[in-house]
């Protein structure tokens, strides 16, 4: 039988158990989102990744930047009122070695809508390597179909320009019909270089 006594010392045990898990609690909670810097000779945007709904393609990307894989490369693709494309060629249209590409996540992925960063792909569902695109607008049309059972169209939403969307919108109007690109129908008549990717501090 507890006395008085040790059941109050019991109760204040129990107490600061509870407070000390509350704090981890909370600290966790308040885990500050990754995000990435990526310098242009246009400017500057930071994206806020998104690794709850998309987390093997955040993994995938934060693996080319820890890499440098991005540092040179260009906005090849710009069309304007939907999406300025980047990180698969040099300026020159050289490719660097690619990794294996990724299984589609647009189960669970957000919204492709303005802001947005995607991943592209080829036909091929899982086919997404480096190169990403901005949504310039809401996308409706690259969400995952409605009659999807799962992965199998869309594409995958990883995060979200938080800051420096301006440089975004001058990007996309850069005068077209140029060189830096493999369509010169959607590629600018000036190189638009990433001139350095990392994971913000």
Known sequence: MLTPKTHLRLLARLAAAAGIFAL???????????????????????IELDPEHAPKTVENFLRYVGEGYYEGLTFHRIVPGFVIQGGGYERDGRQHKLHDPIALETKTAARNARATLSMARTNDPNSATSQFFVNLKDNPDLDAEQSDPGNLSGYTVFGRVVQGMEVIDAIAKVPLGGPFGPDPRSAPQMPIIIQHASVAK
């Open 24 to 46: 981890a609690t909370s600290a966790s909670a308040q885990t500050p989102a990754t995000k990435v810097t990526m310098e242009t000779n246009l400017g500057t945007f930071i």
